[in-house]
């Protein structure tokens, strides 16, 4: 079974600073999808970045960016110059065929002023 | 974005009750997923649907069905309310590419907060 982990129920940062929240997977597939959502108070489901298994460059959007790495099932979320509006829920998810989006249990972000 | 509205957004309701929560959707799409969220779980998928009255079940299924006679609304449906119920649930739909190629991740709705009391 595919699963997500995040080890990191809650993080802090410091405004202006750069922060990376940790996911891994398990997966037996060669294929498959991953996506970083953030949920802010609102409880609002906003997808951040995706990135492809089949691709190698790491995918990015603007101050978001991921360190995909296959071979250790490895895909860690990093966050640049946060700002106070990136304080919120971040979800790793996975995703093998469109009936299945599996997600991490969360890693809680504050960021401070 | 495509345009998903759940209803209602908050539900108190009591234990051995039937409660059924809405999600609409304007854009055609084809694929409609109910996931519930918790903390520690993240979000779990209950039913998913693949097309008018094409439904199947996910992770979490026990306790609740679903209904999709229009391909824009996709109903969730819990026959008898429990307190392990008490969650909030998400819709959510497929973006796909005019191809069909899959793995544009998923739009969802605001959330409806559901309390079994």
């Known amino acids: 079974a595919q699963t997500v982990t995040q080890s990191q129920p809650e993080m802090s940062v410091q405004e202006a600073e750069t922060v990376t929240l940790s996911c891994t997977y398990d997966?037996?597939?060669?294929?498959?999808?991953l996506f970083w959502y953030k949920q802010p108070p609102s409880r609002q489901m906003i997808l951040v970045i995706r990135?492809?298994?089949?691709?190698?460059q790491n995918a990015t959007e603007n101050r978001f960016s991921v360190n995909f790495q296959k071979a250790a099932k490895s895909f860690s979320l990093k966050i640049s110059d946060s700002q106070l509006g990136d304080t919120a829920m971040y979800f790793c998810?996975?995703?093998?065929?469109?009936?299945?989006?599996?997600f991490g249990a969360g890693t809680r972000l504050t960021v401070k002023p | 974005d495509a345009g998903i509205t759940q209803s209602p957004r908050h539900k108190v309701t009591e234990t051995g009750t039937p409660v059924t929560l809405r999600c609409h959707q304007t854009?055609?799409?084809?694929?409609m997923y109910w996931y519930r969220q918790d903390p520690g779980h993240g979000l779990r998928l209950i039913h998913y649907?693949?097309?008018?009255?094409?439904?199947d079940k996910g992770e979490v299924s026990d306790g609740y069905s679903v209904s999709r006679s229009k391909t824009e609304d996709f109903l969730l449906t819990l026959e008898s309310a429990t307190s392990s119920q008490t969650s909030v649930y998400f819709c959510?739909?497929?973006?796909?590419?005019?191809?069909?190629?899959?793995?544009?991740?998923?739009?969802f709705g605001s959330g409806t907060r559901l309390t079994v009391v």
């Open positions: 990135q492809e298994a089949y691709k190698q």
């Open positions: 959510a739909i497929s973006e796909m590419s005019t191809g069909g190629i899959m793995g544009y991740g998923y739009t």
């Open positions: 998810a996975f995703m093998v065929n469109n009936n299945d989006m599996r």
């Open positions: 649907s693949y097309g008018v009255k094409d439904t």
């Open positions: 854009e055609n799409h084809r694929y």
């Open positions: 997966t037996s597939e060669n294929n498959y999808y």
